[in-house]
């Protein structure tokens, strides 16, 4: 199974349920709520993965690792971010040691 393919899939769902009705579909639901509810959605989400590494089971890692993917595709979605634009970024840091890429960051 491939993690592209399946982050594709789940991203094309989250577009899909965009104009749903929230009464019908969670998706909707949060996306009708804007960025700011979505942004703690992936804040709650990330917290529980967290959790789930330093103390729980592999089960309850790969559950929470999926909340946070969900989570993060819609929190994208939210603000008309596409994960290709993600993708992009992630293709432009492939080679580039973790340090040398944090520190051609722009600084504020």
């Known amino acids: 199974?491939?993690?592209g393919a399946e982050l594709d899939a789940l991203a094309e769902t989250i577009a899909a349920r965009r104009g749903a009705d929230p009464s019908q579909s969670y998706t909707a639901m949060i996306l009708a709520r804007g960025p700011l509810y979505c942004a703690k959605k992936l804040g709650e989400e990330g917290v529980e993965?967290?959790?789930?590494?330093?103390?729980?089971?592999?089960?309850?890692?790969?559950?929470?690792?999926?909340?946070?993917?969900?989570?993060?595709?819609?929190?994208?979605?939210?603000?008309?971010?596409?994960?290709?634009?993600?993708?992009?970024?992630?293709?432009?840091?492939?080679g580039l040691s973790g340090l040398v890429e944090k520190d051609s960051r722009d600084r504020p």
Do not use: W
Request: hydrophobic letters at 65%; proline letters at 2%; glycine letters at 2%.
């Open 49 to 94: 993965f967290a959790l789930a590494i330093a103390s729980q089971d592999d089960d309850a890692v790969v559950a929470e690792a999926a909340d946070v993917v969900y989570h993060l595709l819609a929190a994208l979605a939210a603000r008309g971010v596409s994960p290709a634009a993600v993708a992009a970024a992630l293709a432009k840091r492939r």
């Open 1 to 3: 199974m491939s993690l």
